[in-house]
T-cell receptor
Framework: QQQVKQSPQSLIVQKGGISIINCAYE??????FPWYQQFPGKGPALLIA?????SEKKEGRFTISFNKSAKQFSLHIMDSQPGDSATYFC??????????????FGKGTRLHILP | ETGVTQTPRHLVMGMTNKKSLKCEQH?????MYWYKQSAKKPLELMFV???????ENNSVPSRFSPECPNSSHLFLHLHTLQPEDSALYLC????????????????FGPGTRLTVT
């Protein structure tokens, strides 16, 4: 019920290509879905996030697609650049009425963009 | 200093040692978090402090003891750790208090790489 399944574990994409990372969740109480980007030696940084009232959110080259009925969401990186090479984490969180906030992260996808 | 800072950046300790990790946020946030990041495992939320009130995480062993003296500082006290506790320990902060903390953007520090020998 609490897992967030992320795939693929690693991904290699040519420069200029589209990188796609997928996540699936089980708990329908989740209502906030962020993606974090982490470079080696750094902490994760929020990249883009979506709430379930919209099916897509775009910020620059980064787009989240959200399918509420399938309980899936994905990150698309258009025109991928070598500087995008990092580990990407999806997450799902919920604000629950009994103070028991939850946030669950996927295991991460290591993305490498070939120059 | 800006953002979220953590010290030390690297720590090697024996199983009988006692040490503390420190986190400081300069963002005016009112919620702070400790996470554990291990290889090939999801990021694990260990503790949440919101408005200096702790939200328990029952799956965290008692050899980890958090302390939040004010909204800007967070400590993680370590004692009698095991080798499997070796990991990157990340601190984060956010604005929003308990009701909205985890659904608001979290700002992470660079982490402390802990090795238990």
């Amino acid at each position: 019920q609490q897992q967030v399944k992320q795939s693929p574990q690693s991904l290699i994409v040519q420069k200029g290509g589209i990188s796609i990372i997928n996540c699936a969740y089980e708990n329908t109480a989740f209502d906030y879905f962020p993606w974090y980007q982490q470079f080696p030696g750094k902490g994760p940084a929020l990249l883009i996030a979506i709430r379930p009232d919209v099916s897509e959110k775009k910020e620059g080259r980064f787009t989240i697609s959200f399918n509420k009925s399938a309980k899936q969401f994905s990150l698309h990186i258009m025109d991928s650049q070598p500087g995008d090479s990092a580990t990407y984490f999806c997450a799902a969180s919920a604000i629950l009425m009994n103070r028991d906030d939850k946030i669950i992260f996927g295991k991460g996808t290591r993305l490498h963009i070939l120059p | 200093e800006t953002g979220v800072t953590q010290t030390p950046r690297h720590l090697v300790m024996g199983m009988t040692n006692k040490k503390s990790l420190k986190c400081e946020q300069h963002l005016g946030h009112n919620a702070m978090y400790w996470y554990k990041q291990s290889a090939k495992k999801p990021l694990e939320l260990m503790f949440v402090y919101s408005l200096e009130e702790r939200v328990e995480n029952n799956s965290v062993p008692s050899r980890f003891s958090p302390e939040c003296p004010n909204s800007s500082h967070l400590f993680l006290h370590l004692h009698t750790l095991q080798p499997e506790d070796s990991a990157l320990y990340l601190c984060a902060s956010s604005q929003g208090g308990l009701a909205g903390g985890l659904a608001n953007e979290q700002y992470f520090g660079p982490g402390t790489r802990l090795t238990v020998t």
